[in-house]
C-alpha cells in the first residue's frame, strides 16, 4: 500500500518563500517518477512540478518556472517543493502524487493513481 503524506504548508506573505515535503512508503521509491499538483480555490487539480525517478529530469507548469524547484532524496524516500516569490494565485491546496509506471518522469499528463492528503498553502497580499 503506497502513502504520500505532505508537510511544510502554512500562511506566507506574497514574496516569501515556503518548503513542501512528501514521504512516501509501500514501494521502492527510487523506481518511480513523483510529482506535486495543486487545486486553487474553484479550480480542477492542476500540475504544478515533475521529477523523474533519478532526479535528473524535472518538468514544471508555465506558472510556476523560475520560482518552483522540485527535488527528491531517494535514501529518504521523500520528495520536496521549494517555492519561491510566492504569489496570492499560488494558494491552493498542494498534493504529493505518484504513478503507477516506473522509471518516468512524471508530466501534465502522467496518469497518477497516489495522492497525498493535501497540505494547504496560503499566500496573503
Known amino acids: 500500500q503506497v502513502q504520500l503524506v505532505e508537510s511544510g504548508g502554512g500562511l506566507v506573505q506574497a514574496g516569501g518563500s515556503l518548503r513542501l515535503s512528501c514521504a512516501a512508503s509501500?514501494?521502492?521509491?527510487?523506481?518511480?517518477?513523483m510529482g506535486w499538483f495543486r487545486q486553487r480555490p474553484g479550480k480542477e487539480r492542476e500540475f504544478v512540478a515533475g521529477?523523474?525517478?533519478?532526479?535528473?529530469?524535472?518538468y514544471y507548469a508555465d506558472s510556476v518556472k523560475g520560482r518552483f524547484t522540485i527535488s527528491r532524496d531517494n535514501a529518504k524516500n521523500a520528495v520536496y517543493l521549494q517555492m519561491n516569490s510566492l504569489k496570492p494565485e499560488d494558494t491552493a491546496v498542494y498534493y504529493c502524487a505518484a504513478p503507477r509506471t516506473p522509471y518516468n518522469v512524471v508530466v501534465p499528463t502522467t496518469t497518477i493513481v497516489y495522492w497525498g492528503q493535501g497540505t494547504q498553502v496560503t499566500v496573503s497580499s
Open positions: 509501500g514501494r521502492t521509491f527510487s523506481n518511480y517518477g
Open positions: 521529477i523523474s525517478y533519478s532526479g535528473v529530469n524535472s
